[in-house]
């Protein structure tokens, strides 16, 4: 299958802003391949794991109420392995050496994502059921005084075709209240 070029395009420019990546791999939930850029990895062996990896953290984020997955950080001895939710069926990879700024990566790993996510999702989402139809000025405005009878105009819904998903519902296991001190210093005497 070719890559995507809008996803290739995104992973080289994020190999670019941040240097100390050695690769950056886009995959579906599936585990199929998007797009990659990840010199000396087997792009379907990885792709593979992180549908694994993926599946897995996707339920432990579920069962210990944390929400939905966005994203999974492994650090290993000779650097870091970020995965990142990309929209509803894509998932971005991002291999870095230990020497890398974590904060930058998770920046930009986030801000990527969000943008190859938009290119999945947009592709997936037939124009008319992209979003609700938006209320018109004329929809807004009161009933005419003259008519009384006049019916509103009202906003139309869009039609759930046969990929539109339904949401489970997910349980949030409440927190403890946090428990604070007037003065959270503390002074040590010899």
């Known amino acids: 299958m070719a890559a995507d070029p809008q996803v290739l395009d995104e992973l080289r420019r994020l190999?670019?802003?941040?240097?100390?990546?050695?690769?950056a791999l886009a995959t579906?939930?599936?585990?199929?391949?998007?797009?990659?850029?990840?010199?000396?990895?087997?792009p379907d062996g990885m792709a593979a794991l992180i549908e694994s990896a993926h599946g897995?953290?996707?339920?432990?984020?579920?069962?210990?109420?944390?929400?939905?997955l966005r994203e999974l950080l492994v650090r290993g001895v000779y650097g870091y392995v970020a995965t990142y939710a990309a929209g509803h069926a894509a998932v971005l990879t991002l291999?870095?050496?230990?020497?890398v700024s974590l904060g930058r990566l998770l920046l930009e790993g986030?801000?990527?994502?969000?943008r190859i996510g938009e290119f999945g999702d947009a592709r997936r989402t037939p124009a008319h059921h992209a979003r609700p139809a938006r209320e018109?000025?004329?929809?807004?405005?009161?009933?005419?005084?003259?008519?009384?009878?006049a019916a509103e105009p009202q906003a139309t819904e869009p039609e759930a075709g046969p990929a539109a998903k339904t949401a489970a519902?997910?349980?949030?296991?409440?927190?403890?209240?946090?428990?604070?001190?007037?003065?959270?210093?503390t002074t040590t005497e010899s």
């Open 56 to 68: 897995a953290a996707v339920k432990l984020a579920d069962a210990t109420g944390q929400g939905e």
């Open 95 to 99: 291999l870095a050496q230990d020497r």
């Open 15 to 23: 190999r670019a802003r941040v240097p100390q990546l050695t690769g």
């Open 110 to 114: 986030r801000r990527a994502a969000a």
């Open 169 to 185: 519902a997910r349980t949030r296991t409440p927190r403890a209240p946090r428990t604070t001190t007037a003065n959270a210093r």
């Open 136 to 149: 018109t000025k004329e929809a807004k405005a009161p009933k005419d005084a003259k008519d009384p009878n």
């Open 28 to 42: 579906g939930v599936d585990g199929r391949v998007l797009a990659q850029d990840t010199p000396g990895v087997d």
